[in-house]
């Protein structure tokens, strides 16, 4: 029986775990847990934690001492608590494997827990660019500290292999949680409308905005260009939370007071993947820096208007519409969309991020890994 920790630090890595852990789940070789960050208790962002399917094996966080801001302090803080509470689990299970996916400043958690203990770490969907943000540091310093890896794309592969990573320690995998999003059903807007007390007759933009961690003194302005752009077009909106990076006060406060039209607006802090998922292939557009846009949108022929520098690097399926921050050139591109200047093929684009690998086969290669000499002793491969 092999011990499986997986790491989550944010509703949106759990959202894409879910394939891989069902099949876990349903692996009679694994006894696996689920651990997760500070983050998904925090009310701020909807309390995630109640969001995660009760058939998992959880191990839970004690209230945290901390309560949730965005200060870079507050966030180193939160840091050390939670590594002190995984390093803690991992010396009292003793798993086999650590899981980590992704690249939030939270996940280096996991390595650098491991570390000490020898513990092999996967690491899922290493090898993106986002130069807008400090999720382009943690990253690469993710695929260091870890020791097999499963990519979205080749070109992802060929990242890892510059960064001196042993080919056979990578597989080209493609994002599994895409797979199951031909069968989510379109919402039926007038029900649902109702049922949150919001007009569906007319198209709506789905807008999820991020602060840019690397461009922090200009939130206020990004945030707020934005906000101005979608009043100017007179469309619904549905708004969620961004997540838990430095500068998200100042977005959440600009989102309250500035979109308060509930007759127009509905800010969910967390409304779950499923209706995520709904609301994205309804919606006119998504529109923000999310990644969301650019990995799940595709798949839905949805267009996916990208605002500014934060998903900079990352390949962009044919759905993404790119735009500045200025407020006029955000306008501009959501009424192109509206107006069907801007021609989003009828035929389903090709989401060149999903699955190239059967999740089953997957789960095969996670079980093969051993904590071996072999896997453990990491070489650094010098490109000729």
């Known amino acids: 029986m092999k011990k499986i ?20 789940k349903r692996t ?9 960050s500070s983050a998904h208790y925090a009310s701020k962002f909807g309390t995630t934690i109640n969001y995660v399917d009760r058939k998992f ?3 839970k966080q004690k209230k945290t001492s901390l309560l949730y801001s965005d200060n870079p302090l507050n966030l180193v803080n939160k840091f050390a608590e939670d590594l002190k509470f995984l390093s803690t689990n991992i010396n009292k299970y003793k798993p086999d494997i650590l899981i980590v996916l ?13 570390a000490p203990y020898n513990l092999p770490v996967i690491h899922f969907y290493g090898g993106a660019v986002t130069e807008g943000a400090i999720d382009e540091l943690a990253r690469h310093a993710i695929t260091k500290l870890s020791h097999y890896h499963f990519v979205a794309l080749n070109e992802y592969r060929k990242r890892l292999i510059q960064l001196g990573e042993e080919s056979w320690r990578i597989k080209v995998s493609g994002i599994h949680a895409l797979d199951n999003l031909k069968q989510i059903k379109k919402i039926n807007n007038d029900i649902f409308g109702k049922k949150i007390n919001l007009d569906f007759r007319s198209p709506y933009l789905l807008m999820t905005f991020h602060s840019v961690t690397l461009e922090l003194k200009k939130t206020n302005y990004q945030i707020n260009s934005l906000i101005k752009a979608i009043k100017k077009t007179k469309l619904n909106a ?7 990076d430095a500068g998200n006060e100042k977005i959440i406060k600009a989102i309250k007071e500035k979109l308060n039209d509930k007759k127009k607006y509905k800010i969910i802090k967390n409304c779950g ?8 292939q309804s919606s006119l557009a998504v529109i923000g820096n999310s990644s969301s846009g650019i990995v799940e949108a595709a798949s839905f022929n949805t267009p996916a208007i990208n605002i ?12 993404v519409i790119n735009c500045n ?15 069907n200047k801007i021609k989003i093929s009828k035929n389903r684009i090709k989401n060149p991020y999903e699955a190239k690998v059967s999740i089953k086969n997957v789960v095969k290669l996670i079980l093969s890994i051993k904590n071996s000499d072999k896997i453990i002793r990491k070489k650094f491969i010098n490109i000729k």
């Open 5 to 24: 920790f997986v790491l989550s630090v944010g509703r949106s890595d759990y959202d894409r775990y879910l394939p891989i852990i069902n099949e876990l």
């Open 57 to 59: 094996k959880i191990i």
């Open 238 to 244: 549905i708004i969620t939370y961004p997540n838990a």
């Open 28 to 36: 009679k070789k694994v006894n696996l847990h689920l651990i997760f």
């Open 273 to 280: 993947s499923k209706l995520y998922l709904q609301l994205m």
């Open 325 to 339: 921050y200025n407020w006029q050139d955000i306008y501009k591109k959501i009424m192109r969309v509206k107006n």
């Open 102 to 114: 992704g690249d939030r400043y939270e996940m280096l958690l996991g390595p650098l827990a491991a």
């Open 308 to 319: 500014g520098t934060r998903q900079d690097g990352k390949f962009k399926p044919k759905n």
